[in-house]
């Protein structure tokens, strides 16, 4: 399975899980607190891609999602589970978050339904 990373209404979302293609870390492993992912094995979303452009970074070394090269590996992660629901303006990147260098985006991933019915209780219903 590779990680996908959509958006929605400008909720980014991401559904991912232990066994993903790209997997860098163990999540499971005691004292980890999310997951890395070669960002190459990513499969993301162009209104995805733009809404991780307003991320801003943090003055920290640890982001709520974060992306940034590791010499010639392009890495993508985030804190939490294999699958998250994130405000970009609420959340904040290391102090070496990057998204220039992320892949095109994938035209061929359908946002779950299951993901667009939490936006939309969330949000209120889509006045579409």
Do not use: C
């Not at 899980?17 to 999310?34: F, Y």
């Not at 991780?52 to 392009?74: E, H, N, Q, W, Y």
């Amino acid at each position: 399975m590779k990680t996908e990373i959509f958006a929605y209404r400008g909720i980014i979302g991401i559904s991912s899980n232990v066994k993903a293609e790209g997997l860098i870390n163990n999540p499971e492993a005691p004292g980890q607190m999310g997951f890395v992912v070669d960002a190459t094995k990513i499969n993301f979303t162009k209104e995805a891609i733009d809404l991780l452009k307003i991320v801003k970074k943090s003055d920290d070394d640890l982001g709520d999602i974060d992306s940034f090269r590791a010499g010639d590996k392009k890495i993508f992660s985030w804190l939490g589970g294999p699958k998250r629901f994130i405000e970009p303006e609420t959340i904040t990147g290391s102090n070496d978050y990057d998204v220039s260098f992320l892949i095109a985006h994938t035209e061929e991933i359908a946002v779950p339904n299951d993901f667009k019915d939490i936006v939309d209780e969330y949000l209120g219903e889509d006045p579409q």
